[in-house]
């Protein structure tokens, strides 16, 4: 599951040998939700309508594992493969990321 996979993603990151004498300092980016009009066979059915709980998800586990959350939810997709963010939806993640990294270092 999403949750199980962010989970696992999470422990191995505070697991990795960077952190030296400090805390691990984790942040842990929800995407926007899939679009309406995206269609795949290899993620098969229903996927539209799973992403919708992955944020909610992703935020579940980063509290339960103590480390930092942003839901990048309104960030703009592309509307040709519904996932990826178009040129101004790159822009509203880095002002999101500039708001909320300096509040965690």
């Known amino acids: 599951s999403d949750l199980a996979g962010m989970e696992r993603l999470i422990?191995?990151?505070?697991?990795?040998?960077?952190?030296g004498?400090?805390?691990?300092?984790i942040l842990v980016?929800?995407?926007?939700?899939?679009?309406?009009?995206?269609?795949?066979?290899?993620?098969?059915?229903?996927?539209?309508?799973?992403?919708k709980g992955v944020a909610e998800q992703f935020r579940i586990v980063a509290e339960r594992q103590n480390v930092h959350f942003l839901n990048a939810a309104d960030c703009e997709f592309n509307q040709v493969?519904?996932?990826?963010?178009?040129?101004?939806?790159?822009?509203q993640l880095a002002d999101l990321l500039a708001k909320e990294v300096p509040t965690l270092l």
Do not use: Q, Y
């Not at 422990?11 to 952190?19: I, R, Y």
């Not at 980016?29 to 309406?36: E, F, K, L, Q, T």
């Open 21 to 25: 004498t400090k805390a691990p300092n």
């Open 29 to 51: 980016v929800a995407p926007p939700r899939i679009g309406d009009g995206f269609h795949d066979a290899v993620m098969g059915e229903g996927c539209v309508e799973k992403s």
């Open 81 to 91: 493969d519904f996932m990826h963010l178009t040129r101004k939806g790159h822009a």
């Open 11 to 19: 422990l191995k990151a505070k697991s990795v040998d960077c952190w």
